[in-house]
Structure formats: structure tokens, C-alpha cells
Nanobody, 125 residues
Framework: VQLQAFGGGLVQAGGSLRLSCAASGSTFSDYACGWFRQAPGKEREFVAA????????FYADSVNGRFTISRDNAENTVYLQMNSLKPEDTAVYYCAAGPRYAAQISVIRGEIEYWGKGTLVTVSS
């Protein structure tokens, strides 16, 4: 599976951005997917995960209630809607897919089979 994330940019605190991740190369609906981020000087961290069907989602405490992950299997795309952005959300955001047929928990645990190239989100205060 090849993943390509886009949609990052510069936004003021309190604003919104929508990230997209386009997948190709395999049956997209066989994979639980997620978003991770890495801020300058920090380790990569989990942000959100979505199950194969899109019916189940899970979020890191730091973004719960502000971010929404979703997927469109017909379009082979995963989205991350980010609202009420804060300066501490500034990071490179990566989309990811877990092992084929693995449950969503694999993504939450960081058991990632495929990584996309990141897209930079900068939130100004």
C-alpha cells in the first residue's frame, strides 16, 4: 500500500484544517488506518485510528473532541478533520496503515505496516 498525505499548512489558533491521505496499490478496506504526528524535538505520537469499515474510531486524549478521523473506502482515502487547533498541534502529520486484516488496536499500538510521507501543520498563536 502506498500512502500520500496532503492538506497541511499554516493556520491560526482556533482554526481548522482537513488532512487527506490517498491510498493505492492494494485493497484499502483490508487495512485499519490512522494518523500520527511528530513535533520538533519530540517522538512520533499516535493521534487517531479508524477501523476497516470506518465504523469505529479512537483518539488520543490530546485531540479527542477536536479532531475527527474518517475514511471513504470507495475513494481509497482517509481524512483527519482538525478543529479548534492549538499551537501545540504543530507537527508533521503522517497517515499510516496497520497490518492487513489486523484490528484497529494494532494501529493504536503503533504496529504500522505502511507509512505515508508527512504533511506539515503549523498553528500560529
Amino acid at each position: 500500500v502506498q500512502l500520500q498525505a496532503f492538506g497541511g499548512g499554516l493556520v491560526q489558533a482556533g482554526g481548522s484544517l482537513r488532512l487527506s491521505c490517498a491510498a493505492s496499490g492494494s485493497t484499502f478496506s483490508d487495512y485499519a488506518c490512522g494518523w500520527f504526528r511528530q513535533a520538533p524535538g519530540k517522538e512520533r505520537e499516535f493521534v487517531a485510528a479508524v477501523s476497516w469499515s470506518g465504523g469505529s474510531t479512537f483518539y488520543a486524549d490530546s485531540v479527542n473532541g477536536r479532531f475527527t478521523i474518517s475514511r471513504d473506502n470507495a475513494e481509497n482515502t482517509v481524512y483527519l478533520q482538525m478543529n479548534s487547533l492549538k499551537p501545540e498541534d504543530t507537527a508533521v502529520y503522517y497517515c499510516a496503515a496497520g497490518p492487513r486484516y489486523a484490528a484497529q488496536i494494532s494501529v493504536i499500538r503503533g504496529e504500522i505496516e505502511y507509512w505515508g510521507k508527512g504533511t506539515l501543520v503549523t498553528v500560529s498563536s
